[in-house]
């Protein structure tokens, strides 16, 4: 099963985010986790008198596989709460350049390569974006020496 959280190294810790993204989403609790510290603790003293099983099914939910401390759990409450603030795209990316230095550096390799690929004429890619982006007056192309003549239409 491919999970949300496969970059998160550490097992433990992709198990514990999948948890608790799973029972915020399934208890619709994110709007919650938007909010301020201040205001939490406003809305859970309020909700411990309207609907505590709330968050009771909460704890429950996050915590399935009976895998957390009180240290951890709060944690994993933070990274959510992160989430919830900036957005999860934003935050895996951050979660990787902080965590994952051998995905970085793939990515980056990735991104020289295409980089190459789509300016060097030597490669087809190149040659059909400068045919794209521009009139070619000449193209040879004899599959071992390319010279594009190229005047810009802009």
Known sequence: MVSRFDF?????SR?????AFTALTSLE??????ATYTERVIQYMKSLEDKPEKYDNLLRAADRRM???IASFARTLREMEHIAKVGFEKWKWKHIRQNRPDMVKAARKISE??????SDPHYALCR???RREFLVETAIDDRRNTSIKCT???
């Open 8 to 12: 998160v190294p550490d097992p433990i």
């Open 15 to 19: 198990i514990a985010f999948e948890d």
């Open 29 to 34: 609790l994110w709007p919650q986790m938007k």
């Open 67 to 69: 895998m957390h401390s």
């Open 113 to 118: 390569k295409w980089y190459e690929f789509s």
């Open 128 to 130: 059909n974006r400068l």
């Open 152 to 154: 810009n239409t802009s």
